[in-house]
C-alpha cells in the first residue's frame, strides 16, 4: 500500500535494554495491544484521532495538457489507475514524481526494485498479474534495465 497520505511520522526512541520477544503463545491482538501501550498509541482512533492521516484524500487530477513530459505521464497513470490495482515501478528516475503525484490514489499495491536488482520489473509485473488475475497490473519500467529480462516481455505477449 502507499504510505498513509503524507501524514505526520516520527521515529519512536526506546532505551537500548529494551528488547521485545513475541513467542508463538501470543495471539496477534495482544502483541498489537502491547506495541500500541509501548509506542503510546493506545488511545487512537484512526480518521479522528489522527488528525484525517487515514482519511482518502480526493484522486490526483489529470495533468493540464502540454508536453508529454516523466512527470507528467506519472501524473496520468496515477490519476487513471484503478483502486486495488497492482503498480510495480521500476521506472527509476523517471518515475520519481509518482510517489507525489500517487498520494491521493484509492487503495492500490506499490512493488518497487528489490535491492538495486535491475530487470526486475516485468518479471515482478508477470507474477503479479498470475498471483492476482482479478487485479490490473501496471509497470512503471525503465527502458534499460528492461533489456535485463525481455524474456517476460516475450511471455506478457
Not at 516523466?70 to 515501478?89: I, K, N, R, T, W
Not at 500517487?102 to 518497487?112: E, M, Q
Request: glycine fraction near 12%; include cysteine.
Amino acid at each position: 500500500m502507499t504510505q498513509p497520505c503524507g501524514g505526520p511520522s516520527r521515529l519512536i526512541e526506546l532505551p537500548d535494554d529494551v528488547i521485545w520477544e513475541i513467542d508463538a503463545s501470543w495471539g496477534v491482538p495482544e502483541a498489537l495491544a502491547l506495541l500500541a501501550a509501548e509506542a503510546g498509541a493506545a488511545g487512537v482512533t484512526p480518521g479522528v484521532s489522527c488528525r484525517g492521516v487515514f482519511a482518502a484524500p480526493a484522486r490526483p487530477p489529470l495533468p493540464p495538457d502540454g508536453r508529454l513530459t516523466a512527470a507528467a505521464l506519472c501524473q496520468v497513470v496515477a490519476a487513471l489507475q484503478p483502486e486495488g490495482c497492482v503498480l510495480v515501478d521500476e521506472s527509476l528516475t523517471s518515475g520519481s514524481s509518482y510517489w507525489e503525484a500517487a498520494k491521493g490514489c484509492p487503495p492500490f499495491s506499490h512493488l518497487t526494485i528489490t535491492g538495486g536488482a535491475i530487470g526486475c520489473g516485468p518479471p515482478m509485473a508477470l507474477g503479479a498479474a498470475l498471483a492476482c488475475p482479478g487485479r490490473r497490473v501496471i509497470n512503471l519500467q525503465a527502458d534499460g534495465s528492461a533489456m535485463y529480462s525481455l524474456q517476460a516481455r516475450n511471455t506478457h505477449a
